[in-house]
T-cell receptor, first 112, second 114 residues
């Protein structure tokens, strides 16, 4: 089945710093790719998605581009805020079915 | 708010007891998923329903676990004879039938088995 690998954390940045969280995938075909975010004490929230190769997903200043050449879907933000402190998960469908397989998560801590 | 809801939010039980969790999906979604998340890990798939039919089950779903979705609306996840290793966050998600099949998650039920 499909799988995803993301960089381990924690990632600690100062406010307004540039963020990159790496995510690479192994997949049959070109499944949709997702980034979810989990704020402290809360459930998973969809952050952004891309449904086909070369698509760019974006939301709340975060962006990720579906790159089939490098099988990557890295998450970026130009200027992080303290409120972005959370755990970020890269995900894609496990197989032709519908359940998602997730990376291990990357904890981001942003200091003022 | 018409998001996915789960009940209870927290459950503490003693080893060997049975527990049941409930998930109410977004009303127009016909797919419903259960995941389990342990501390510091990403969610792991348990099972999923399309309407009332349970279409796929993970090998993580031992015979002590059973899930139902009568009438294709809410779902229940029951764990019988709980073990300490069952302690985790149990997440429910729902989606439409069809691509891109974006799943929306509930707040989760945190289970602690003493």
């Amino acid at each position: 089945g499909n799988s995803v690998t993301q960089m381990e954390g924690p990632v600690t940045l100062s406010e307004e710093a540039f963020l990159t969280i790496n995510c690479t995938y192994t997949a049959t075909g070109y499944p949709s790719l997702f980034w979810y975010v989990q704020y402290p004490g809360e459930g998973l929230q969809l952050l952004l998605k891309a449904t086909k190769a070369d698509d760019k997903g974006s939301n709340k200043g975060f962006e990720a581009t579906y790159r089939k050449e490098t099988t990557s879907f890295h998450l970026e933000k130009g200027s992080v805020q303290v409120s972005d402190s959370a755990v970020y998960f890269c995900a894609l469908p496990y197989n032709a079915g519908n359940m998602l397989t997730f990376g291990g998560g990357t904890r981001l801590m942003v200091k003022p | 708010d018409t998001g996915v809801s789960q009940d209870p939010r927290h459950k503490i039980t003693k080893r060997g007891q049975n527990v049941t969790f409930r998930c109410d999906p977004i009303s127009e979604h016909n797919r419903l998923y259960w995941y389990r998340q342990t501390l510091g890990q990403g969610p792991e798939f348990l099972t999923y329903f399309q309407n009332e039919a349970q279409l796929e089950k993970s090998r993580l779903l031992s015979d002590r676990f059973s899930a139902e979705r009568p009438k294709g609306s809410f779902s229940t996840l029951e764990i019988q004879r709980t073990e300490q290793g069952d302690s985790a966050m149990y997440l429910c998600a729902s989606s439409f039938d069809g691509p891109p099949d974006t799943q929306y998650f509930g707040p989760g039920t945190r289970l602690t088995v003493l």
